[in-house]
Each structure stands twice: as C-alpha cells, then as structure tokens.
C-alpha cells in the first residue's frame, strides 16, 4: 500500500499495518477456489469408493454426477465434514474466508434422505432446535422459521410431528432445516427425493436463491433436471 503525504491524512502506524494486512489477505482470498480437492481417498474396508481424486472450482453450483454407488454421497459428506477421508486434502474458501474444520457445523447445511429430524418434535420446534444449536450469527440476520416454513411449503403441517409426516412433508422440512441457520455452503443429497413437480420446482428456486458469489451449493444427483441448475458438474463415471 503507497501513501501520498500530500493528500491524505495522518494515519497512525498500527491502522496502516491492519488496512495493510485486511487488504492482502482479501486479495489472497479472491485467488482461492472456493472448493480445492487434492488426492483424496476414502475407502470402506477393502473397496475404495474415492480414489486420489483432485479437482478444483470457484464456481457458485457444483454437480456431483454419477450411477449409484459411484461415490456421489460419499464425496458431499467429505467436504460438508461428516465424514473423513483415508487421505487428501478439502480447502474451502466461501464468504470471504477459508473455512475451517470447526466452522464447518454452523456453516454447512445439508439435506440427504438419509438424514433425518426428530420424530417425536413437530416441523417447527426441529427447525428452533437445528437454529439453537448451530447459532453462531447475529439474530437479526437469521431466517424467520415461520417464513422459511412458507419459503418451503411446510406451514400446513408445521404443528404437526414430524414422524407423522409423509416423506415428501419430510423432505420439505429438511430442506427448511438446512437453511435455518442461513449456511455458507449448501449441501444438497438427491434432493428432489420423494418430491412432487410443486416440490421439485421448490429445489430449483431454492437453490437460485441460495446461489450468491459468496456462498456455494453442492448438488450430488444422477437425475439430469437437478444436475441442470449446476455451473459445473464432476462425473464419478470413471474416476
């Protein structure tokens, strides 16, 4: 950084050193991807499912793409932090800053069909209790539950527990759950799973409006409409 003595004003040393150090470390970060992968490997016993995989992308929607048993799942827990690889390394730079392993649980959200909410709380106590435990931002800045609950066609049912919802009420709520906490990465398991056309219309506009230059969505599908939202997709077909 140059200072001009002739039009500016005096600055004291310690300010000049933090602009200083905020402005390079802005710049370092707008030169990092977003998502960075480098040899990871992940293996269950004797089957290697990812194998020294690398990749790299500042893109806004990523595709994971692939038949059944290709890995898909497997990589999107990786990088959301659910699960460890064997080896290799996951850098995340999103919202102006690289994500840590201990940022992960506020700033990750995730909706799978495997992943499920509590059967004895209704719709709307699981999404207070998914925003109690991952709160870590200003309130004001959090998502209303009861709008989110609109955003995602929930609100007929919000009262009513989820265990005795059916699986396409689920699979609203849990795409509600994954954003009440208003994430900087969105993970997104097949996510048109047991879905109407109205339920598969809402992962469209949910993830375009999701998909802002400072966050990022991951998408693992095998189903083509939902690859489509993606900038870029990764094939496990032949990894």
């Known amino acids: 950084m140059v200072l001009h003595l002739t039009d500016c004003r005096a600055i004291p ?8 150090f905020l402005s390079c470390f802005t710049c370092l970060l707008s030169l990092m991807e977003k998502l ?3 040899q990871l490997t992940k293996q269950y016993g004797d089957h290697i499912v990812l194998n020294q995989l690398t990749f790299k992308t500042d893109c806004t929607v990523l595709g994971i793409a692939g038949p059944n048993g290709s890995g898909k799942s497997t990589l999107l827990r990786c990088i959301a932090g659910l699960l460890k690889p064997n080896s290799g390394r996951i850098s995340l730079a ?27 709380m209704s719709a709307t106590e699981n999404l ?7 709160r870590h931002k200003n309130t004001d800045t959090l998502p209303d539950i009861g709008q989110l609950l609109v955003r995602c066609q929930a609100n007929s049912f919000s009262d009513q527990l989820y265990g005795d919802l059916s699986t396409g009420q689920r699979q ?20 048109g799973s047991n879905l109407d056309a109205d339920g598969r219309k809402l ?4 993830v375009a409006e999701f998909a802002r230059p400072e966050k990022l969505v991951v998408i693992a599908s095998n189903q083509s409409d939902e690859l489509d939202y993606c900038d870029e997709l990764i094939s496990l077909d032949n990894r």
């Open 36 to 38: 960075e992968i480098h």
């Open 172 to 191: 609203r709520v849990k795409l509600a759950a994954s954003l009440v906490h208003d994430p900087l990465l969105l993970c997104l398991d097949e996510p």
């Open 94 to 120: 999103v919202g102006n800053r690289k994500l840590t392993p201990a940022d992960l649980n506020g700033e990750v959200g995730y909706t799978a069909p495997y992943v499920e909410l509590y059967e004895g």
């Open 203 to 206: 992962i469209e506009i949910t």
């Open 13 to 20: 040393v310690a300010e000049i050193k933090i602009e200083g």
């Open 128 to 134: 207070q209790f998914v925003q109690d435990l991952k």
